[in-house]
C-alpha cells in the first residue's frame, strides 16, 4: 500500500526530530492541523506546500509523490542545454558554521580552468584541492547534471558541487 501525503509528512518531521507543536508554530497553524494532516484527516494549503518541503529538506515533488529527486542524472544528447546556459554552484559549510555559495556560468568556469585558476581560489575552501574540475567539465559535456562532487574534509568542512 502507497503512503499517504500525511504519512509522508509524519515520517520526514520526526527523521529531523521536529514535534508536531515545532511544526505548527513555524507554519503559522494549530498543532492540531498538523494532526489532522498526519492522520490523512485534511491537507495542508496548498500555499503551504513550499514551507513543508524547504523544512522537511525535501522537495514538494517527494512530499506529494513519495519519490525523491535523482541528485545525479544523465541526460541524453538531445535534451542537453548548451554549456554557456548552465550554471555551475559550490556550497561549502564550514564546521565553524561559516557559509560560501559560488554560483558561476559553466562558459566562464571552463574558461577560468583553460586560464589556470583553481576553484579554491574562487571559494577559498582547501577541500575543493584534490577535485579534478576539467574532469568535471567533460561529465557535464557528456550530459551528467545535479551534484556532482560532496566531499566532507576530516575537520568537517562539507562540500557540495551541482551543474543545474
Same mark, same amino acid.
Given at each position: 500500500?502507497? +503512503?499517504?501525503?500525511?504519512?509522508?509528512?509524519?515520517?520526514?518531521? +520526526?527523521?529531523?526530530?521536529?514535534?508536531?507543536?515545532?511544526?505548527?508554530?513555524?507554519?503559522?497553524?494549530?498543532?492540531?492541523?498538523?494532526?489532522?494532516?498526519?492522520?490523512?484527516?485534511?491537507?495542508?494549503?496548498? %500555499?503551504? %506546500?513550499?514551507?513543508?518541503?524547504?523544512? %522537511?529538506?525535501?522537495?514538494?515533488?517527494?512530499?506529494?509523490?513519495?519519490?525523491?529527486? +535523482?541528485?545525479?542524472?544523465?541526460?541524453? *544528447?538531445?535534451?542537453?542545454?548548451?554549456?554557456?546556459?548552465?550554471?555551475?554552484?559550490?556550497?561549502?559549510?564550514?564546521?565553524?558554521?561559516? +557559509?560560501?555559495?559560488?554560483? %558561476?556560468?559553466?562558459?566562464?568556469?571552463?574558461?577560468?580552468? *583553460?586560464?589556470?585558476?583553481?576553484?579554491?581560489?574562487?571559494?577559498?575552501?582547501?577541500?575543493?584541492?584534490?577535485?579534478?574540475?576539467?574532469?568535471?567539465?567533460?561529465?557535464?559535456?557528456?550530459?551528467?547534471?545535479?551534484?556532482?562532487?560532496?566531499?566532507?574534509?576530516?575537520?568537517?568542512?562539507?562540500?557540495?558541487?551541482?551543474? *543545474?
Amino acid at each position: 500500500m502507497a +503512503k499517504s501525503i500525511g504519512n509522508r509528512i509524519s515520517q520526514f518531521r +520526526k527523521e529531523k526530530g521536529i514535534t508536531q507543536d515545532e511544526m505548527a508554530e513555524r507554519l503559522g497553524v494549530t498543532p492540531q492541523a498538523v494532526s489532522k494532516w498526519e492522520n490523512d484527516i485534511s491537507y495542508p494549503d496548498i %500555499l503551504l %506546500l513550499p514551507k513543508i518541503a524547504k523544512m %522537511l529538506e525535501v522537495t514538494v515533488d517527494e512530499l506529494l509523490s513519495g519519490e525523491a529527486k +535523482k541528485e545525479t542524472d544523465f541526460l541524453p *544528447e538531445n535534451k542537453r542545454k548548451n554549456i554557456d546556459d548552465m550554471m555551475f554552484r559550490i556550497y561549502v559549510n564550514s564546521a565553524d558554521g561559516d +557559509k560560501v555559495r559560488v554560483n %558561476l556560468p559553466m562558459g566562464l568556469v571552463k574558461v577560468g580552468l *583553460e586560464m589556470g585558476m583553481k576553484m579554491p581560489q574562487v571559494s577559498g575552501n582547501e577541500t575543493l584541492n584534490g577535485i579534478d574540475f576539467e574532469q568535471l567539465i567533460y561529465m557535464v559535456e557528456s550530459g551528467l547534471i545535479g551534484k556532482l562532487v560532496e566531499v566532507e574534509s576530516a575537520d568537517g568542512d562539507t562540500v557540495e558541487i551541482v551543474v *543545474e
